[in-house]
């Protein structure tokens, strides 16, 4: 029971990263479908910054420096959909896709020819981080406590407060509901529109990192991060796009995930016999429900996806 | 009229320019591809972008050349259903990002139809491309009745679908592998036929009818797009699902039996695929199969046009082969993956390629010509 | 150098590809003055006031404040220069409160974080001074047009704006909402605010402007005072020649019963209320009947209901004397009924299909155009387009393949029009058929109409626009709320009898929602008054 806690409890810190990564974006009025490609790179900027570090040096420096890179290659990584879809005003659902692929395949090629360059054998695409990982962890009793979930804590209260008691957040959800007002009173609606997608780009990179080092302490990049990116996105929906309800949603299909990896170890859920991938399939299935009954009155940014133009009035 | 006029107008038409961004794109995503090899390690960077670009063609002897050939061919079959199930529902002001989940559906239905029920494979066909169908008008109902965007809910079905098609088929599998039983030793008969066509690839048994019939369904497609009252109407209600509205055709209808018939062509995409015995479903796999998505690259880079996705999907495909064929001990073979998805990512700035080509066009035209006042004047309190 | 002017617009020239939007326009403004800007649609008064506010740069041409000339590349600037402006379409987000959108872009912050009880204070302390009653903690889409506009006031004199804009600001209004915004204007020029006045309305400029400039089709025409300028005059001014103040046409020759509507209640999709309730009414063929009222009071509903776009909550409809209360859109299109829809860009038209493809829009299934396999008959759509094209004078650059949305507004509004007069019908329902067209469309509009009911046809029209209302129909029903309260003649009516229905003070149809019998038997009585009259 301990371990389901454990893995639910950092499972959520992801998604709820990721999903208020995605509500800052939407609030911009950018949809972001690329989180998934996101987390990717933030993962790969992470992982690699651990496997150049050395194992046994400090573990403030080992926390701060794997977040820090993760971040930076996750915002560095979210230009490309601020540039195509706020400035070229591209279709922010085939960029998001594109992304998504793209993250995959350049952190493959760029695992491989790290690892290749390392040792001409080497033509996998893992990156190794057992020694690094340990940085992360604090054991308290028999549950092992992981800094990220603190991190994630304080990022949803710094986020609520971004967004609804200050001048930034007021002036980020006008123009994700009506840029035209948020232009007429002088609000640079491009720049407002860059910010949300660069944080969408800070969140998402972080989850990315917290992710991989979930129970792992290897990972193989041609596996990208397995749809979480997707789910964090059914996160934000099931929440609203607020971040309250967010971190609610996140903790819910935090547990569902969990269960279907240790559902095993837990007496009464084993005997049920019911596969893994029920549990996996859950969020998913929950969140089209939610949808099927929501989405009438949603709350969703009104200009979502809808590219600005100064020129249109 | 004069030759200049001519060239002008030449450029100017639709089609042409859909070429020329595409085009664009395509030079763009392998140059940067390049570059990056180079990085990599320069001394073999040419050779490897030219392997990725020929494919088939880097082979040494004519009859490994064909035989690869059909490989691709049989591969580009099922990239093709999923292109025209993107194309086809994008004509309809709708994004199917979940062509990937429908031909998950397909694969599903599909290969349990020929394994579990040992049907023939025009039946599995058939019910692989139901499978699709009904995956594809859960959406659409969601979307005309529920206002789900079509969207959101590709994506969720894309998940579920993986894990259905996981937790059903492994009823099915290899008891030794995580992989399905071979159709060869199973039910050979739920094999697509191979109708004589394999003769012409030195035998290569993965070149079957799908071929010609992925390539039948680009036709009929255009032909229901372009020519018919059906294919008027699912324009216009693309177009402007207001003015469908007034014009009395039923939106929700229509949107509901688009999404049906993009999932169908997906499901029937994945049936071209795994009724070859090209390859067989891995039960534990974790991700979206590409298929789906990549379909979204050869939409688009096929001008959005039924006729010019069979050419992208072709080149889409070759390039994914071809990037299998090179030095691995020094290039990733993901090369050609991160070549295509850069350019789905470019095809966003096709208006903007559009948008420089005809600039030029009209400041090269300006310099001779003197430009005579259109008639046609904005009304400015009009937008 | 006369430096009593606020703010001055010096020989300003601004341009689109294929048009001179404003042609070397001069505009002056004193301090404390109220200045109107007339001009009819088109005319340019838009972009110059963008100009004027930074959304658009001039290509030539300055701009001086206060004597000294200034740059306006944004709308910082122009706020930095004190200038405010209302739009003619609010610029407010709908789910932020009336104070959330005062201070949008002016925040006070403490720390970074919202000062939200000292800007309160403020908007309540100006509210007061001015008279502009708003709930500050109300949500926008909770709240009234009048109240909205109130909004964007007090977002101006937050920022302590000296030169007002008014984009016409009493197109969405009431009468009585008109006359409050007439002595708010007056009480803010009285207190040194210099306000510019945009608007099409000389009955406006005559109540409250000291002076006025008119700008016809992109050109300064003059500007001049407006205590010794005749409403005539610069009517001359804005047009160009004379208003017709009236149309030629012979009395109606009211026949047979074609649209009967009995006790129709459309649901609102703004708010809870019904939208439409408990309307009855008839049309004849031979007679234009307009519904008539200020925009916003059901009208748009009432269409949607008849049309079939929104179900009835209650009611019955009865086309040629058949029931079509719950058929559907196509049924009563091919039944007798034509449409002129209100927004064209959004129903009347699909803007990316051809010129061809529209003008079968309503009649592409018919055997004419499809075959009994399915394909389209392109030769015979490509000759009807070009028939309809022909006689309706319907000009665009490439005829039948011209893509729609490269047609001017009116060429456009011609086509529908072509399409849906050319189609079978016995009723033609036009909703402001004439919005955004320039006087010689509006004529042609008006003749088209008349011809209609000269060929015993029916004709439902929905105007806004007073001039068309007194002129074109042959009875007028107001609409208020979402009721029918008047039955007028035009010819007995005058125009401020007319407003008044408009604006609810007056009604001559009782409708009670409650014990619809009663109504039922009022409007039977009124319609049997009108028979005795015929």
Redesign the interface.
């Known amino acids: 029971m301990l371990l389901l806690l454990q893995y639910t409890l950092i499972f959520a810190s992801v998604l709820c990263l990721v999903a208020l990564g995605g509500c800052f974006s939407e609030h911009s009025g950018v949809i972001n479908?690329g989180l998934e490609g996101i987390m990717v790179m933030g993962a790969l900027g992470g992982a690699v910054t651990m496997y150049l570090l050395p194992g046994d040096g400090s573990k403030l420096v080992i926390v701060l420096a794997t977040s820090l890179a993760a971040i930076l290659v996750g915002m560095l990584y979210s230009c490309?959909l601020a540039v195509?879809?706020i400035n070229?005003?591209?279709?922010q659902?085939?960029?998001g896709?594109?992304?998504?692929?793209?993250a995959?395949?350049?952190a493959?090629?760029f695992v491989?020819?790290m690892n290749?360059a390392g040792n001409?054998d080497n033509?996998s695409?893992t990156i190794q981080y057992i020694q690094e990982k340990r940085a992360f962890l604090k054991y308290i009793g028999g549950f092992e406590f992981n800094w990220f979930m603190l991190m994630a804590v304080v990022l949803l209260v710094v986020s609520y407060f971004v967004l609804y008691?200050?001048?930034f957040g007021?002036?980020l959800?006008?123009c994700g509901?009506?840029p035209?007002?948020?232009?007429?009173?002088?609000?640079n609606v491009y720049k407002m529109r860059w910010a949300g997608v660069l944080i969408s780009g800070f969140l998402g990179g972080l989850g990315g990192i917290v992710y991989i080092t979930a129970g792992v302490s290897e990972w193989k990049f041609?596996?990208?991060v397995?749809?979480f990116g997707?789910?964090a996105?059914?996160v934000m929906?099931f929440g609203q796009w607020r971040p309250t309800k967010i971190a609610l949603a996140a903790l819910l299909f935090g547990m569902f995930r969990a269960l279907s990896n240790v559902y095993t170890g837990i007496g009464f859920l084993a005997a049920l016999h019911i596969?893994s991938?029920?549990y996996?399939?859950l969020p998913?299935?929950i969140?089209?429900i939610v949808?099927?009954?929501t989405?009438?009155n949603?709350r969703a940014p009104?200009a979502e996806g809808i590219p600005y133009d100064?020129g249109m009035? | 009229m004069n030759e200049k006029a001519e060239k002008k107008s030449f450029l100017k038409n639709p089609s042409v320019q859909a070429i020329m961004t595409s085009l664009i794109c395509i030079i763009l995503g392998l140059l940067i591809g390049y570059i990056v090899l180079l990085l990599i390690n320069p001394a073999g960077a040419g050779e490897a972008i030219k392997t990725v670009l020929i494919n088939f063609l880097s082979r040494s002897s004519q009859a490994a050349k064909v035989k690869a050939l059909g490989n691709t061919l049989a591969k580009t079959a099922p990239l093709l259903m999923c292109a025209l199930s993107i194309c086809f529902c994008y004509k309809v002001g709708l994004f199917n990002i979940g062509a990937a989940g429908q031909y998950e559906a397909g694969a599903c239905f599909g290969l349990y139809a020929a394994l579990a029920w040992q049907l023939p494979w025009p039946v599995c066909l058939l019910i692989a491309g139901i499978a699709g169908g009904v995956i594809g008008a859960i959406s659409g109902v969601l979307k005309a009745y529920r206002n789900v965007n079509e969207v959101i809910s590709g994506i969720m079905l894309n998940w579920i679908m993986l894990y259905m098609s996981n937790t059903l088929l492994a009823k099915v599998k290899d008891p030794a592998s995580p992989y399905t039983l071979k159709l060869s030793a199973a039910n050979p008969k739920a094999l697509i036929p191979n109708a004589g066509l394999n003769a012409m690839f030195a035998n290569n048994k993965t070149v079957t009818l799908a071929i010609p019939l992925a390539i039948l369904f680009a036709i009929l497609i255009w032909v229901i797009l372009s020519k018919t009252k059906f294919g008027y109407e699912l324009k216009a209600t693309g177009y402007n699902k207001d003015a469908a509205m007034y014009a009395g055709m039923k939106e929700k209808q229509n949107i509901i039996v688009t999404l049906a018939i993009g999932g169908a062509l997906a499901g029937i995409g994945a049936a071209f695929l795994f009724l070859t015995g090209y390859q067989e479903w891995s039960t534990t796999q974790t991700s979206v199969p590409g298929m789906g998505f990549n379909g979204i690259a050869a939409t688009f880079l096929g001008g959005l046009h039924p006729i010019g996705t069979i050419f992208s999907s072709f080149f889409i495909q070759s390039i994914t082969d071809g990037g299998a064929l090179i030095d691995k001990s020094v290039y990733p073979s993901q090369i050609s993956d991160l070549i295509s998805s850069l350019i789905i990512y470019l095809c966003g700035f096709v208006l903007f390629f559009k948008f420089v080509i005809n600039n030029w066009i009209d400041k090269s035209t300006k310099k001779k010509e003197i430009s005579k006042v259109t008639g046609e004047a904005i009304e400015g309190g009009d937008k | 150098m006369d430096t009593a002017y606020a703010i001055e617009m010096v020989n300003i020239t601004k341009r689109f590809p294929g048009i001179i939007a404003n042609d070397n326009i001069t505009l002056q403004l004193r301090k404390g003055e109220i200045h109107a800007l007339l001009g009819e649609n088109g005319a340019g008064k838009s972009t110059l006031m963008s100009v004027l506010f930074g959304l658009y740069q001039a290509e030539e041409g300055v701009i001086k404040k206060d004597g000294k000339e200034v740059k306006i590349n944004n709308p910082n600037d122009a706020n930095d220069l004190g200038i405010g402006m209302v739009h003619q379409h609010f610029k407010l987000v709908q789910c932020f409160t009336v104070l959330e959108n005062i201070i949008l872009g002016v925040e006070t912050t403490k720390n970074g974080v919202l000062q939200m009880d000292e800007a309160r204070e403020k908007v309540i302390a100006l509210s007061e001074k001015y008279g502009l009653q708003v709930d500050p903690d109300a949500k926008i889409e909770d709240i009234t047009v009048g109240m909205q506009q109130r909004t964007e006031i007090l977002k101006m004199l937050y920022r302590d704006n000296e030169i007002l804009i008014f984009d016409e600001p009493t197109a969405v209004l009431t009468p009585q909402e008109i006359d409050e915004l007439m002595i708010i204007m007056k009480n803010l020029a009285a207190e040194g605010k210099s306000i510019l006045f945009i608007t099409h309305k000389l009955n406006e400029i005559k109540e409250v402007a000291d002076r006025v400039s008119v700008l016809r089709r992109g050109k300064y025409i003059g500007t001049v005072d407006v205590a010794t300028t005749s409403k005539e005059e610069m009517s001359k001014m804005m047009v160009g020649r004379d208003v017709q103040m009236s149309v030629d046409k012979e009395p109606s020759k009211p026949g047979e019963s074609i649209l009967k509507v009995e006790n129709m209640t459309v649901a609102s999709k703004l708010h809870s209320n019904n939208a439409v309730k408990n309307v009855s009414f008839e049309v004849r063929e031979g007679e234009i009947v307009c519904i008539a009222g200020i925009d916003g009071n059901g009208q748009t509903e009432l269409v949607y209901g008849l049309a079939g776009f929104e179900p009835l909550v209650d009611g019955k409809i009865t086309l040629c004397g058949e029931d079509i209360t719950k058929t559907s859109i196509r049924h009563r299109a091919t039944h007798g009924m034509s449409h002129i829809p209100e927004d064209r860009h959004k129903h009347g038209l699909v803007l990316d299909y051809p010129l061809e493809f529209n003008m079968v829009l309503q009649r592409y299934f018919e055997p004419d155009f499809t075959s009994g396999a399915g394909f389209l008959k392109r030769k015979e759509i490509r000759e009807y387009s070009e028939k309809l094209e022909a006689e309706h004078d319907v000009r665009s650059g490439q005829g039948p393949i011209t893509i729609a949305r490269a047609m001017s507004g009116g060429n456009q509004q011609k086509a529908i029009i072509a399409r849906e007069v050319d189609k079978e019908h016995k009723l033609l329902v036009a909703v402001q058929p004439t919005r955004g067209l320039d006087v010689g469309a509006i004529e042609g509009v008006h003749r088209n109409l008349i011809a209609e009911r000269d060929n015993g046809r029916a004709v439902l029209l929905v105007s806004l626009e007073l001039e068309e209302v007194m002129n074109v129909p042959d009875r007028i029903l107001v609409m208020y709320e979402g009721e029918l309260v008047g039955e007028l003649d035009p010819k007995k009516t005058t125009v401020e009898e007319l407003g008044l229905y408009m604006a609810g003070a007056k009604r001559n149809l009782t409708v009670d929602a409650n014990t619809s019998e009663i109504e039922e038997s009022e409007v039977v009585d009124v319609e049997r008054e009108r028979k005795e009259e015929a």
């Open positions: 479908l490309l195509a879809s070229f005003k591209a279709d659902t085939l960029i896709t594109a992304m998504n692929l793209l995959t395949a350049a493959t090629v491989r020819a290749t001409p033509v695409s008691k200050t001048k007021l002036r959800q006008a509901e009506n035209q007002a948020a232009d007429s009173v002088g609000i041609e596996m990208g397995a749809g997707f789910l996105l059914a929906i596969p991938t029920v996996n399939m998913y299935i969140s089209l949808l099927a009954f989405s009438k949603s009104k100064k009035r």
